[in-house]
C-alpha cells in the first residue's frame, strides 16, 4: 500500500538528484529523525519518501507460545501474543502515515509513504538508490537509545549503496563543529568531504576535516582539501591526525566539539574491532558514505 501527498502551492527549484529517505518504526529516535530528515529534504527540495517495515521476524516470533517480550522501562517479561502484536503495527503504521504528512505539510515536499512487509533493512535496500539518503535513528522502538546500534543500523551502514545518517539526540555542550573523517588519499573521500559541506552550509556550523595519516605520508592530500574548501567558500580547518584506535579516534573527535560526524564505510577505522564502540559511544549523528 503507497500513499502520496504533495504539498506545494508555491514556485520551488528542481528536486535533487537523490531522494530523502526515512525509516519510522514509531520510535522516539525515528520521530527526531523525522525532523532531522525534513529539514535536509528542504534544504536540498528533495523528494521524500517515508518506510514503515512490518518486521516478519517479530511475527513469526510472536507464533510460538513460549515467546515473551521484556517492556522496555519495567523490564517485566510478558506474553508475546501475535494478534496484538499485529494491533500494534498497524496502529504505528497509521502514526506514521500522519506524522509524515504533519511534518512534511509546510515544508512544500513531495512525500509518499511505503508501507512493507519483512525484514528491515532488505526492504530499505530494495527502495534505496545510490544517489539517495537514508535517515533512521541508531536504534529502533525495541532498542535502547544511547546503547550499541541496533542490528538494522548496522546492515545499512555496512550495506547501503547511498548515505546513511545514524540520528541520535546530538549534545549541545562544547559541540559546534560538522566534522569529516578521512583516510589519506583515498577516492572515497570526495563524497564525504561534499556533503560535509553541505551540512556545515545547512546548519550554519563550521567545518573540520580530519585526515587519518602515517609519518611518511606527504601533504598533498591535505592541500588538496584546503583547495577544495576555498573553492566552495567555506573556511574549514584540515588537521593531520595519526592512524590510531577507533577509542583514540574518539578521543580527537571529543576534543574537536564535533556535533556531527561524516565517515566513509571505506574508512580504515571500519577494520578496527573498536569502530562500533566508537559509534556507539559518540551520542552524536553520525553519516556513513558508501
Same mark, same amino acid.
Not at 514556485?11 to 518504526?25: E, F, H, M, N
Not at 521476524?57 to 508475546?80: D, I, K, M
Not at 513531495?110 to 519483512?118: E, S
Given at each position: 500500500?503507497?500513499?502520496?501527498?504533495?504539498?506545494?502551492?508555491?514556485?520551488?527549484?528542481?528536486?535533487s538528484?537523490?531522494?530523502?529517505?526515512i525509516l519510522?518504526?514509531?520510535?522516539?529516535?525515528?520521530?527526531?529523525a523525522?525532523?532531522?530528515?525534513?529539514?535536509?529534504?528542504?534544504?536540498r527540495?528533495?523528494?521524500?519518501?517515508g518506510?514503515?517495515?512490518?518486521?516478519t521476524?517479530?511475527?513469526?516470533?510472536?507464533?510460538?507460545?513460549f515467546?515473551?517480550?521484556?517492556?522496555?522501562?519495567?523490564?517485566?517479561?510478558?506474553?508475546?501474543?501475535?494478534?496484538?502484536?499485529?494491533?500494534r503495527?498497524?496502529?504505528?503504521?497509521?502514526?506514521?502515515?500522519s506524522?509524515?504528512?504533519?511534518?512534511?505539510?509546510?515544508?512544500? /515536499?513531495?512525500? %509518499?509513504?511505503?508501507?512493507?512487509r519483512? @525484514? &528491515? =533493512? #532488505?526492504? !530499505?535496500?530494495?527502495?534505496? *538508490?545510490? +544517489?539517495?539518503?537514508?535517515?533512521?535513528?541508531?536504534?529502533?522502538?525495541?532498542g535502547?537509545?544511547?546503547?550499541?546500534?541496533?542490528?538494522t543500523?548496522?546492515?545499512?551502514?555496512?550495506?547501503?549503496?547511498?548515505?546513511?545518517?545514524?540520528?541520535?539526540?546530538?549534545?549541545?555542550?562544547?559541540?559546534?563543529?560538522?566534522?569529516?573523517l578521512?583516510?589519506?588519499?583515498?577516492?572515497?573521500?570526495?563524497?564525504?568531504?561534499r556533503?560535509?559541506?553541505?551540512?556545515?552550509?545547512?546548519?550554519?556550523?563550521?567545518?573540520?576535516? /580530519?585526515?587519518? %595519516?602515517n609519518?611518511?605520508?606527504?601533504? @598533498? &592530500? =591535505? #592541500?588538496? !582539501?584546503?583547495a577544495?574548501? *576555498?573553492? +566552495?567558500?567555506?573556511?574549514?580547518?584540515?588537521?593531520?591526525?595519526?592512524?590510531?584506535?577507533a577509542?583514540?579516534?574518539?578521543?580527537?573527535?571529543?576534543?574537536e566539539?564535533?556535533t556531527?560526524?561524516?565517515?566513509?564505510?571505506?574508512?580504515?577505522?571500519?577494520?578496527?574491532?573498536?569502530?562500533?564502540?566508537?559509534?556507539s559511544?559518540?551520542?552524536?549523528?553520525i553519516?556513513?558514505?558508501?
Amino acid at each position: 500500500m503507497v500513499t502520496t501527498t504533495a504539498t506545494t502551492d508555491k514556485p520551488k527549484a528542481p528536486l535533487s538528484a537523490g531522494r530523502v529517505l526515512i525509516l519510522l518504526d514509531g520510535s522516539r529516535l525515528s520521530h527526531a529523525a523525522l525532523e532531522a530528515a525534513a529539514e535536509i529534504a528542504s534544504a536540498r527540495n528533495a523528494e521524500v519518501l517515508g518506510i514503515f517495515v512490518e518486521e516478519t521476524n517479530l511475527l513469526r516470533a510472536a507464533g510460538y507460545g513460549f515467546a515473551r517480550e521484556v517492556g522496555g522501562s519495567s523490564g517485566l517479561a510478558r506474553p508475546f501474543d501475535a494478534a496484538a502484536l499485529e494491533a500494534r503495527m498497524q496502529a504505528l503504521a497509521v502514526q506514521a502515515r500522519s506524522s509524515l504528512q504533519q511534518t512534511m505539510a509546510g515544508r512544500g /515536499l513531495v512525500q %509518499t509513504l511505503k508501507l512493507c512487509r519483512g @525484514r &528491515v =533493512a #532488505e526492504e !530499505v535496500l530494495n527502495l534505496m *538508490q545510490p +544517489e539517495d539518503l537514508i535517515v533512521l535513528g541508531r536504534a529502533g522502538w525495541s532498542g535502547i537509545p544511547g546503547s550499541r546500534l541496533g542490528s538494522t543500523a548496522r546492515d545499512l551502514a555496512r550495506q547501503a549503496p547511498g548515505d546513511v545518517l545514524l540520528w541520535a539526540a546530538p549534545r549541545t555542550q562544547r559541540q559546534d563543529r560538522v566534522v569529516v573523517l578521512l583516510n589519506h588519499d583515498q577516492g572515497a573521500n570526495h563524497r564525504a568531504i561534499r556533503l560535509g559541506v553541505e551540512e556545515a552550509r545547512r546548519s550554519n556550523q563550521p567545518l573540520s576535516v /580530519l585526515i587519518r %595519516t602515517n609519518p611518511e605520508d606527504d601533504q @598533498r &592530500v =591535505a #592541500e588538496g !582539501v584546503r583547495a577544495y574548501l *576555498q573553492s +566552495e567558500g567555506i573556511a574549514g580547518r584540515v588537521k593531520q591526525v595519526p592512524v590510531a584506535s577507533a577509542h583514540a579516534v574518539v578521543r580527537v573527535l571529543q576534543e574537536e566539539g564535533a556535533t556531527q560526524l561524516i565517515v566513509s564505510r571505506t574508512s580504515s577505522l571500519f577494520a578496527d574491532r573498536g569502530a562500533e564502540a566508537l559509534l556507539s559511544e559518540l551520542n552524536l549523528p553520525i553519516t556513513v558514505t558508501p
